[in-house]
Protein backbone atom coordinates (compact mmCIF):
# COMPACT_ATOMS: atom_id res chain seq x y z
CA UNK A 1 0.00 0.00 0.00
CA UNK A 2 0.91 3.28 -0.69
CA UNK A 3 2.19 5.62 2.37
CA UNK A 4 2.27 8.95 2.78
CA UNK A 5 3.54 10.01 6.08
CA UNK A 6 3.74 13.63 7.79
CA UNK A 7 5.92 14.61 10.07
CA UNK A 8 3.47 15.94 12.69
CA UNK A 9 -0.42 15.69 13.40
CA UNK A 10 -0.40 18.71 15.43
CA UNK A 11 1.55 21.94 15.61
CA UNK A 12 1.33 24.90 17.33
CA UNK A 13 3.51 28.18 16.14
CA UNK A 14 3.61 31.83 16.97
CA UNK A 15 3.35 34.63 14.45
CA UNK A 16 6.40 35.43 12.53
CA UNK A 17 7.36 32.09 12.96
CA UNK A 18 9.33 30.10 10.43
CA UNK A 19 7.73 26.65 9.66
CA UNK A 20 8.10 23.51 8.06
CA UNK A 21 5.91 21.03 7.00
CA UNK A 22 7.23 17.55 6.34
CA UNK A 23 5.81 15.31 4.04
CA UNK A 24 7.58 11.50 2.33
CA UNK A 25 5.98 8.84 0.18
CA UNK A 26 7.42 5.28 0.16
CA UNK A 27 6.20 4.85 -3.40
CA UNK A 28 8.40 6.41 -6.17
CA UNK A 29 5.50 8.25 -6.98
CA UNK A 30 6.47 11.21 -9.52
CA UNK A 31 3.93 13.76 -8.43
CA UNK A 32 3.40 15.50 -4.99
CA UNK A 33 0.94 18.29 -3.88
CA UNK A 34 -0.22 20.39 -0.78
CA UNK A 35 -3.38 21.54 0.22
CA UNK A 36 -5.00 23.25 2.96
CA UNK A 37 -7.94 22.31 4.26
CA UNK A 38 -10.51 24.68 6.04
CA UNK A 39 -14.51 24.57 7.01
CA UNK A 40 -16.70 25.87 4.49
CA UNK A 41 -13.79 26.13 2.27
CA UNK A 42 -12.40 22.66 0.78
CA UNK A 43 -9.30 21.58 0.51
CA UNK A 44 -7.61 24.25 -1.53
CA UNK A 45 -4.34 23.66 -3.87
CA UNK A 46 -1.00 25.76 -2.70
CA UNK A 47 2.12 24.13 -4.43
CA UNK A 48 2.66 20.85 -6.26
CA UNK A 49 5.88 19.33 -8.11
CA UNK A 50 5.86 16.85 -10.37
CA UNK A 51 9.15 16.22 -10.35
CA UNK A 52 12.63 16.65 -7.99
CA UNK A 53 13.83 20.12 -7.52
CA UNK A 54 10.64 21.37 -9.71
CA UNK A 55 7.49 23.27 -8.20
CA UNK A 56 4.48 25.23 -9.38
CA UNK A 57 2.29 27.76 -8.09
CA UNK A 58 -1.35 25.70 -7.01
CA UNK A 59 -4.31 28.67 -6.33
CA UNK A 60 -3.27 29.68 -3.29
CA UNK A 61 0.71 30.53 -2.95
CA UNK A 62 0.76 34.10 -1.19
CA UNK A 63 2.85 33.07 2.09
CA UNK A 64 4.14 29.91 1.31
CA UNK A 65 7.01 28.04 -0.37
CA UNK A 66 8.14 24.48 -0.58
CA UNK A 67 11.23 22.58 -1.62
CA UNK A 68 11.77 19.29 -3.54
CA UNK A 69 15.25 17.82 -3.33
CA UNK A 70 14.59 14.12 -3.32
CA UNK A 71 11.52 12.59 -5.13
CA UNK A 72 9.79 11.23 -1.89
CA UNK A 73 10.44 14.27 0.07
CA UNK A 74 7.88 17.47 -0.42
CA UNK A 75 8.74 20.19 2.20
CA UNK A 76 5.75 23.00 2.86
CA UNK A 77 7.38 26.24 4.28
CA UNK A 78 5.64 29.35 6.29
CA UNK A 79 8.35 31.83 5.94
CA UNK A 80 6.59 33.83 8.45
CA UNK A 81 3.64 32.25 10.16
CA UNK A 82 0.41 34.51 10.28
CA UNK A 83 -2.90 33.52 12.13
CA UNK A 84 -4.29 33.29 9.20
CA UNK A 85 -2.54 30.52 8.06
CA UNK A 86 -4.07 28.24 10.83
CA UNK A 87 -5.44 25.23 9.74
CA UNK A 88 -5.22 21.36 8.51
CA UNK A 89 -2.41 21.12 6.38
CA UNK A 90 -2.91 17.62 3.65
CA UNK A 91 0.41 16.56 1.70
CA UNK A 92 -0.71 13.91 -1.53
CA UNK A 93 1.56 12.06 -3.71
CA UNK A 94 0.11 10.52 -7.11
CA UNK A 95 2.09 8.43 -10.03
CA UNK A 96 1.50 10.63 -12.86
CA UNK A 97 0.29 13.70 -13.64
CA UNK A 98 -2.50 11.78 -15.47
CA UNK A 99 -4.96 9.12 -14.81
CA UNK A 100 -3.88 8.33 -11.37
CA UNK A 101 -5.51 9.31 -7.97
CA UNK A 102 -3.84 11.07 -5.32
CA UNK A 103 -2.78 9.40 -1.90
CA UNK A 104 -2.80 11.47 1.02
CA UNK A 105 -1.02 11.78 4.17
CA UNK A 106 -3.13 11.84 7.41
CA UNK A 107 -2.55 15.81 7.80
CA UNK A 108 -1.29 18.18 9.86
CA UNK A 109 -3.41 20.40 12.12
CA UNK A 110 -1.67 23.62 12.41
CA UNK A 111 -2.33 26.13 15.10
CA UNK A 112 0.06 29.84 14.86
CA UNK A 113 -1.13 31.83 17.97
CA UNK B 1 -13.29 29.23 -13.74
CA UNK B 2 -13.66 25.82 -12.80
CA UNK B 3 -16.01 24.70 -10.07
CA UNK B 4 -17.11 21.97 -8.49
CA UNK B 5 -20.58 22.05 -6.19
CA UNK B 6 -21.83 19.29 -4.23
CA UNK B 7 -25.40 18.95 -2.52
CA UNK B 8 -26.65 18.36 0.15
CA UNK B 9 -23.83 20.00 2.25
CA UNK B 10 -25.07 17.26 5.52
CA UNK B 11 -27.32 14.53 5.16
CA UNK B 12 -28.72 12.14 7.47
CA UNK B 13 -30.17 8.65 7.16
CA UNK B 14 -31.22 6.07 8.93
CA UNK B 15 -29.31 2.54 8.77
CA UNK B 16 -30.46 1.16 5.93
CA UNK B 17 -31.96 4.27 4.17
CA UNK B 18 -30.78 4.31 0.58
CA UNK B 19 -29.62 8.20 -0.83
CA UNK B 20 -27.71 9.59 -3.02
CA UNK B 21 -25.09 12.50 -2.85
CA UNK B 22 -24.81 14.85 -5.88
CA UNK B 23 -21.47 16.54 -7.44
CA UNK B 24 -22.06 18.98 -10.39
CA UNK B 25 -19.11 20.41 -12.08
CA UNK B 26 -18.24 23.64 -14.76
CA UNK B 27 -14.79 22.81 -15.55
CA UNK B 28 -12.80 23.85 -19.13
CA UNK B 29 -11.95 20.29 -19.63
CA UNK B 30 -12.82 17.37 -17.56
CA UNK B 31 -9.97 14.74 -17.44
CA UNK B 32 -11.37 12.85 -14.48
CA UNK B 33 -13.70 12.88 -11.93
CA UNK B 34 -13.05 11.47 -8.19
CA UNK B 35 -14.77 10.34 -5.27
CA UNK B 36 -12.81 10.42 -2.14
CA UNK B 37 -14.01 9.54 1.77
CA UNK B 38 -12.84 11.89 4.77
CA UNK B 39 -12.93 10.68 8.20
CA UNK B 40 -12.73 13.33 10.63
CA UNK B 41 -9.06 14.13 11.61
CA UNK B 42 -7.87 11.96 8.68
CA UNK B 43 -6.59 12.72 5.51
CA UNK B 44 -8.95 11.54 2.04
CA UNK B 45 -9.40 8.50 1.24
CA UNK B 46 -9.38 7.50 -2.68
CA UNK B 47 -13.15 5.17 -3.60
CA UNK B 48 -12.97 6.05 -7.18
CA UNK B 49 -12.51 7.25 -10.72
CA UNK B 50 -14.62 8.09 -13.56
CA UNK B 51 -13.74 9.30 -17.15
CA UNK B 52 -16.74 9.21 -19.24
CA UNK B 53 -20.05 10.09 -19.33
CA UNK B 54 -22.33 6.92 -18.75
CA UNK B 55 -19.31 5.38 -16.70
CA UNK B 56 -20.28 3.25 -13.29
CA UNK B 57 -18.38 2.47 -10.48
CA UNK B 58 -19.19 -0.08 -7.43
CA UNK B 59 -17.41 -0.72 -4.41
CA UNK B 60 -19.41 -2.49 -1.71
CA UNK B 61 -22.50 -0.38 -0.84
CA UNK B 62 -21.25 2.70 -2.88
CA UNK B 63 -22.18 3.34 -6.36
CA UNK B 64 -20.85 5.83 -8.66
CA UNK B 65 -22.02 7.30 -11.58
CA UNK B 66 -21.50 10.11 -14.51
CA UNK B 67 -23.07 12.21 -17.03
CA UNK B 68 -21.57 15.39 -18.81
CA UNK B 69 -22.21 17.79 -15.85
CA UNK B 70 -22.52 15.77 -12.82
CA UNK B 71 -21.69 12.61 -10.69
CA UNK B 72 -23.80 10.64 -8.03
CA UNK B 73 -22.55 9.13 -5.29
CA UNK B 74 -25.57 6.55 -4.53
CA UNK B 75 -25.33 4.95 -0.80
CA UNK B 76 -27.70 1.48 -0.79
CA UNK B 77 -28.67 0.33 2.90
CA UNK B 78 -26.21 2.31 4.59
CA UNK B 79 -24.76 1.29 7.86
CA UNK B 80 -23.29 3.42 10.65
CA UNK B 81 -19.65 2.76 9.03
CA UNK B 82 -20.69 4.93 6.05
CA UNK B 83 -20.74 8.15 8.59
CA UNK B 84 -18.26 10.60 6.77
CA UNK B 85 -17.54 13.94 4.94
CA UNK B 86 -17.78 12.67 1.23
CA UNK B 87 -15.74 14.72 -1.47
CA UNK B 88 -16.03 15.12 -4.86
CA UNK B 89 -13.02 16.32 -7.40
CA UNK B 90 -11.97 17.08 -10.49
CA UNK B 91 -9.05 17.12 -12.62
CA UNK B 92 -8.13 19.83 -14.90
CA UNK B 93 -5.49 21.28 -16.86
CA UNK B 94 -3.48 23.65 -14.96
CA UNK B 95 -2.59 27.41 -16.42
CA UNK B 96 0.22 27.63 -18.83
CA UNK B 97 1.74 29.61 -16.07
CA UNK B 98 1.23 26.28 -13.58
CA UNK B 99 3.28 24.07 -15.87
CA UNK B 100 0.07 23.24 -18.94
CA UNK B 101 -0.15 19.76 -16.17
CA UNK B 102 -3.02 18.84 -14.35
CA UNK B 103 -4.42 19.26 -10.62
CA UNK B 104 -7.63 18.56 -8.72
CA UNK B 105 -10.47 20.87 -7.81
CA UNK B 106 -12.36 19.92 -5.22
CA UNK B 107 -15.64 20.46 -3.47
CA UNK B 108 -16.74 21.17 -0.30
CA UNK B 109 -17.86 17.91 0.57
CA UNK B 110 -21.02 16.49 1.78
CA UNK B 111 -20.93 14.88 5.59
CA UNK B 112 -23.15 12.15 6.23
CA UNK B 113 -24.46 10.77 9.02
CA UNK B 114 -25.85 7.43 9.51
CA UNK B 115 -27.91 6.57 12.51
CA UNK B 116 -28.33 3.54 14.02
Known amino acids: DVKVTQSSRYLVKRTGEKVFLECVQDMDHENMFWYRQDPGLGLRLIYFSYDVKMKEKGDIPEGYSVSREKKERFSLILESASTNQTSMYLC????????????FGPGTRLTVL | EDQVTQSPEALRLQEGESSSLNCSYTVSGLRGLFWYRQDPGKGPEFLFT???AGEEKEKERLKATLTKKESFLHITAPKPEDSATYLC?????????????????FGKGTKLTVNP
Open chain 2, 89 to 105: AVQVLTLPTQGGSEKLV
Open chain 1, 92 to 103: ASSLWGGRDEQF
Open chain 2, 50 to 52: LYS
